[in-house]
C-alpha cells in the first residue's frame, strides 16, 4: 500500500498517484463514450415530439376507451385462427426438432463429424430469426394467411425445442444406456428404452413451454398477414379505430394470460 508524506507526517493511501490518474482517465473516456452514443441516438430526434409525448399519449387513451365490446363478435374467429396457428404450428417443430436434436446430442448422434454440425445449424438458423421475420418471408413466397403463420411459428420452434432437448438428452444417466446396451439391444431399441424415457418429462415440460410463447407470437403475426387476430388489430390501426384496438389488446392479454396458467398447470403435473 503506497504511503504518502503530509505535514512531515507518512499517510497511508489505497492508490498510487499514477494508479488514480489512470482510473480518472477511465472514467473520462467512460463519459465521453456515453456523450458520443447519446449524440449518435438522439440526433435525428425531434424534441418537440418528445416533450409533446405525454400530451399526446392522454389524448390517445382517451380515444381508447372505453372499449367498443360489440366488436368482440368479429374476433371469435381469429382467435380461433390464432389459437390454431399456435397448436398446429407448435406441433409441426415438434415433429422436425425432434430428429434434429438426436443428431445434434453428442451421445446419441449418428454422426458427430458431418450430422451434428449440420443439426445445431439448423437449429441456430431458427432460433436467430423471429417468427415475425419467418411469417414477413413466408407471406412473400406462399402469400397470405394463416399457413404462413403456421410454418412461421413452426420453423421458429424448431431452434427451442431442439436446443432445450438435445441438451436434456446429453444430461441423461449412461448408466441406464450402458445397462441396455449390455443385453445386446440394438442402437434402435437403445435409444427407445434407454434414452426415450429419460427425456420424456423433459420433453413434455418443452413442448408446453414453447405452445404458451406461440400463443403470444401468433397473435402479431397478422401484422404482416400471416392470419389470426393481428389481422384484426392492423385493420383497426388502419383506420384509427382505437376502442377496437382497445377491445383487441383486452382479448389478447386474456388470452396470453389463460395460456400462461394452462402451461403452468400441465408442467406441473407432468414434471
Known amino acids: 500500500m503506497p504511503v504518502t508524506e503530509r505535514n512531515g507526517k507518512p499517510e497511508w493511501a489505497l492508490r498510487t498517484t499514477p494508479q488514480q490518474l489512470a482510473i480518472w482517465a477511465g472514467w473520462l473516456a467512460g463519459v465521453a463514450l456515453f456523450v458520443y452514443c447519446w449524440e449518435l441516438m438522439t440526433q435525428t430526434t425531434i424534441w418537440a415530439f418528445f416533450w409533446d409525448a405525454p400530451r399526446q399519449a392522454g389524448d390517445l387513451f382517451g380515444r381508447m376507451v372505453p372499449p367498443r365490446w360489440s366488436y368482440m363478435e368479429q374476433l371469435w374467429w381469429p382467435l380461433w385462427d390464432t389459437l390454431n396457428i399456435a397448436t398446429l404450428g407448435t406441433l409441426a417443430g415438434i415433429v422436425m426438432a425432434v430428429p434434429v436434436a438426436f443428431m445434434a446430442a453428442r451421445n446419441t448422434t449418428p454422426s458427430a463429424t458431418f450430422l451434428r454440425p449440420l443439426a445445431?445449424?439448423?437449429?441456430?438458423?431458427?432460433?436467430?430469426?423471429?417468427?415475425?421475420?419467418?411469417?414477413?418471408?413466408?407471406?412473400?413466397?406462399?402469400?397470405?394467411?394463416?399457413?404462413?403463420?403456421?410454418?412461421?411459428?413452426?420453423?421458429?420452434?424448431?431452434?427451442?425445442?431442439?436446443?432445450?432437448?438435445?441438451?436434456?438428452?446429453?444430461?441423461?444417466?449412461?448408466?441406464?444406456?450402458?445397462?441396455?446396451?449390455?443385453?445386446?439391444?440394438?442402437?434402435?431399441?437403445?435409444?427407445?428404452?434407454?434414452?426415450?424415457?429419460?427425456?420424456?418429462?423433459?420433453?413434455?415440460?418443452?413442448?408446453?413451454?414453447?405452445?404458451?410463447?406461440?400463443?403470444?407470437?401468433?397473435?402479431?403475426?397478422?401484422?404482416?398477414?400471416?392470419?389470426?387476430?393481428?389481422?384484426?388489430?392492423?385493420?383497426?390501426?388502419?383506420?384509427?379505430?382505437?376502442?377496437?384496438v382497445t377491445l383487441i389488446f383486452i382479448v389478447i392479454l386474456g388470452t396470453v394470460v389463460l395460456s400462461e396458467y394452462v402451461s403452468a398447470r400441465v408442467r406441473h403435473a407432468i414434471i
Open 120 to 244: 445445431l445449424l439448423i437449429i441456430v438458423s431458427s432460433r436467430s430469426i423471429n417468427s415475425l421475420i419467418w411469417a414477413l418471408l413466408l407471406v412473400s413466397i406462399i402469400g397470405p394467411g394463416i399457413l404462413a403463420g403456421i410454418i412461421a411459428i413452426a420453423l421458429r420452434s424448431i431452434g427451442f425445442v431442439g436446443k432445450l432437448l438435445y441438451e436434456a438428452i446429453e444430461e441423461i444417466d449412461e448408466k441406464q444406456v450402458e445397462a441396455i446396451r449390455a443385453t445386446g439391444a440394438s442402437r434402435a431399441q437403445v435409444l427407445t428404452y434407454g434414452v426415450v424415457p429419460q427425456i420424456m418429462p423433459a420433453f413434455a415440460g418443452i413442448s408446453v413451454f414453447r405452445w404458451d410463447i406461440n400463443i403470444r407470437e401468433s397473435t402479431v403475426l397478422g401484422l404482416v398477414g400471416a392470419g389470426g387476430i393481428g389481422l384484426q388489430l392492423q385493420s383497426s390501426l388502419n383506420v384509427l379505430a382505437w376502442p377496437q
